[in-house]
């Protein structure tokens, strides 16, 4: 079982950026994908973005050409680089792994806190 260590959330207005960065205890590279989800109060957690081992990327719709997935296989990190910030993006961000093409484990971390509000 792999640990994960979310960072790099803040309090931003809107249309600023911010970049998020999950480092895992161990290897990422064996794993199918590696990927962010977020959850707001009261919500499930919801998918945002994923990266596979041949470094495939995969977005949910409402962040497409917002924010950019990717990984340094070197330091067991995944980053999101979140650009042009909006409201509805505040939510509590995580990371996780994807085992193969449908499974993903329920190894989360304590995530961060992401909150865009003028």
């Known amino acids: 079982q792999l640990q994960f260590v979310e960072s790099g959330g803040g309090l931003v207005q809107p249309g600023g950026s911010l970049r998020l960065a999950c480092t895992a205890s161990g290897s990422i590279t064996d794993f199918y994908a590696v990927g962010w989800f977020r959850q707001a109060p009261g919500t499930q957690r919801d998918f945002v973005a994923k990266i596979t081992k041949d470094d495939r990327i995969y977005y949910e719709d409402s962040v497409k050409g917002r924010f950019t997935i990717s990984r340094d296989n070197a330091e067991n990190t995944v980053y999101l680089q979140m650009n042009n910030l909006k409201p509805e993006d505040t939510s509590k961000y995580y990371c996780?792994?994807?085992?193969?093409?449908?499974?993903?484990?329920?190894?989360w971390g304590q995530g961060t806190q992401v909150t865009v509000s003028s």
């Open positions: 996780n792994i994807q085992k193969n093409s449908i499974i993903w484990t329920d190894w």
